[in-house]
């Protein structure tokens, strides 16, 4: 192609070729090219006036739901665009992230349901080997195997606190628990270790002492204001 023709313009032009015997012209329209020339080269998030959509190869593709890279933040992707009002999970590369206002957060600890099941999130991701406790909507949850246990009953150490487990959650009362064969005194929702006292169990009263039942004791008790008689760690009235 001659190098002329690059520095014509959209629309109508007359060329004309000379002669030394005289001259010959023609008059054409060249047409816009209408097309992005970089449509091709797309590959990834595209800014396509309100709307964030991801591109594979030049073509928008609709179908795509997952994550993608732009700009440092990894974006959550649903049927072809951003979904910025996204809460949820998003399984990438074998792991699954924790996503929030369309990204994934990668500074959250918390819990996300997702196809009915409460998720244990860490550090953006579900933790699949913790055992722990975590808050949400101000109540405190048994987490194990990275997910929410409502079935479960116990304890829990928590920083240091062993904390009274039913159905799944802390349970702030004062009470007995059996845990790995020894009965735990349980005060305001965790194992109390320096009380020395008596408290109701079933239509038993018993007496606590080092944080758990203390069976081996015989002999009298003082609890708010009386004094009771205790064989074997059982009152006997």
Not at 171 to 184: A, D, E, I, R, V
């Amino acid at each position: 192609k001659a190098s002329y023709l690059n520095t014509l313009s959209a629309g109508t032009n007359t060329v004309e070729i000379l002669w030394t015997d005289g001259s010959a012209s023609t008059t054409f329209t060249i047409k816009a090219n209408t097309s992005d020339p970089t449509d091709e080269a797309r590959s990834g998030l595209y800014h396509d006036g309100s709307e964030w959509n991801y591109y594979k190869e030049g073509i928008k593709d609709t179908t795509y739901t997952g994550l993608c890279k732009y700009n440092g933040s990894w974006w959550y992707v649903k049927n072809g665009k951003v979904d910025f009002s996204a809460t949820t999970l998003c399984k990438y590369n074998g792991a699954w992230f924790y996503v929030k206002g369309g990204k994934v957060d990668f500074s959250a600890t918390t819990l996300c349901k997702y196809n009915g099941t409460w998720w244990y999130v860490k550090g953006g991701k579900i933790d699949f080997k913790s055992t722990t406790l975590c808050k949400y909507n101000g109540t405190w949850f048994y987490v194990n195997g990275g997910k929410v246990n409502f079935g479960a009953n116990g304890l829990c150490k928590y920083n240091g606190v062993w904390w009274y487990i039913k159905n799944g959650s802390v349970s702030f009362t004062n009470t007995l628990c059996k845990f790995n064969g020894t009965w735990w005194y349980i005060n305001n929702g965790a194992v109390n270790f320096n009380k020395t006292t008596l408290v109701k169990y079933g239509n038993n009263w018993y007496a606590v002492a080092g944080g758990k039942v203390a069976w081996g004791y015989t002999g009298n008790l003082k609890y708010n204001g009386g004094t009771y008689r205790v064989v074997n760690g059982v009152v006997k009235f």
